[in-house]
């Protein structure tokens, strides 16, 4: 069982929110966290078994960071 912390952040200009991680390696995008999630799920083990770590069950921790400029009541 391998173990990859996989960040994801909001990126204010482009009112997207990203996914990436070297190790994988992985990068994406999408306006929905949810889909985003998805897509992630569904692609680690694509990207994995591509990468010729198909005997791998992945352990994905999700690190979600987005910054709140302004008043925050």
Known sequence: MSEYIINLFWDEE???WGAIND???IALESESIDFLIERIQISVPEILSLNGKEDETPV???RIEKVVKGNCQ
Request: aromatic share 0%.
């Open 60 to 62: 994905l921790h999700l």
């Open 14 to 16: 482009a009112s997207v």
């Open 23 to 25: 190790d994988i390696p």
